[in-house]
DNA sequence: CCTGAATAGCTCAAGCCTAAAGTATCTGCC
DNA sequence: GGCAGATACTTTAGGCTTGAGCTATTCAGG
């Protein structure tokens, strides 16, 4: 095999993995949306931004937030919007400047988040029941490396 | 350590591998995305029927991209529609049923997509360079298991 | 102190996506 | 043939997401 085919054929290679990858978690996700939205009436995204909270009590900025759920500003403007309109989340001015939020899980959104976050847990490890520890294992080592490789190319 | 508490610790296992697969999954959606609208001026969801209808060159109906994209019926009709504006792809009527369109790539479409297609698997190439051969051999093999173990489920 | 660049956040238009409801057609069964 | 249920597709309302452009504030150098 000559370099250039070789070069093609791992082009290939990269591509079904990413085909494969993003195969897998859209399975997964559309899973979890649904039951999300059948069993509590709410959204992915919500979800994902009240766990944020969730990890960090002492609240967190809008930018931060942002930079965690690796979505634009914008988009976190709006869902932090509607989480203080249903009283599940509270901005605060922050101290140190006066351009800032710092945004909180309220009492009821911790007690809100922790019911979600119970019945989303089953719902995964129901959906990867048939997952073999051993390759469970295997996947978070391996894909732990894709995502510094990536990390680094981007 | 007794059973519940094994439970939960598969839980935590099971959750921490669909947010692992989750992260790397964005990460390069994000790459794809950003460099398909710079350089071609188009977004994935486009990218991604184009594709399906090049692999099928006797056309698809539209329930049938709508399965293979897993998304709604709604959502390829949006899509099918923007393409054939933009000159892509065309609607044949079904001769077998008068409900149903038989979508097929244009000529232009399938020059166009040949383009794309070239770029992306450039790109995605060379994100994912960093991972050995190894490692990419063997998160296909793991990624098929989960996903056969996750439709099972579905 | 001032001023220009950087940063935090918001708004807007446009596109993606879903679930639900609606229309047209097909298919199986009597 | 005719009718009931299934199927193919579209439409609509509502939420997510982005990139671009906006204001207000902070910060660093002169």
């Given at each position: 095999?000559?370099r250039?085919?070789?070069?093609t054929?791992d082009?290939?290679?990269?591509?079904r993995l990413?085909?494969?990858l993003?195969?897998c978690?859209?399975?997964i996700?559309?899973?979890?949306?649904s039951?999300?939205?059948g069993?509590?009436?709410t959204?992915l995204?919500?979800?994902?931004?009240?766990?944020?909270?969730?990890r960090?009590?002492?609240?967190?900025?809008m930018?931060?937030?942002?930079?965690l759920?690796m979505?634009?500003g914008?988009?976190?403007?709006g869902?932090?919007?509607?989480?203080?309109k249903?009283?599940?989340?509270?901005?605060?001015?922050?101290e140190?400047d006066?351009?800032?939020w710092?945004v909180r899980?309220?009492r009821?959104?911790?007690?809100?988040f922790?019911?979600?976050?119970r019945a989303?847990e089953?719902?995964v490890?129901?959906?990867?029941?048939?997952?073999?520890?051993?390759d469970?294992d295997?996947l978070?080592q391996?894909?732990?490396r894709?995502k510094?490789a990536t990390?680094e190319?981007?």
């Amino acid at each position: 095999m000559d370099r250039e085919t070789r070069v093609t054929v791992d082009d290939h290679r990269a591509l079904r993995l990413w085909l494969r990858l993003l195969t897998c978690s859209q399975l997964i996700e559309r899973h979890v949306r649904s039951r999300l939205r059948g069993r509590f009436g709410t959204t992915l995204p919500r979800f994902d931004l009240l766990s944020q909270l969730e990890r960090h009590p002492a609240g967190l900025k809008m930018n931060e937030l942002s930079r965690l759920l690796m979505v634009t500003g914008g988009n976190v403007t709006g869902i932090v919007d509607q989480l203080v309109k249903e009283g599940l989340v509270e901005r605060l001015d922050d101290e140190s400047d006066r351009r800032a939020w710092r945004v909180r899980l309220t009492r009821a959104g911790d007690k809100a988040f922790a019911e979600m976050a119970r019945a989303h847990e089953d719902w995964v490890a129901e959906l990867l029941a048939g997952v073999p520890r051993r390759d469970s294992d295997a996947l978070m080592q391996l894909l732990a490396r894709l995502k510094q490789a990536t990390l680094e190319k981007s």
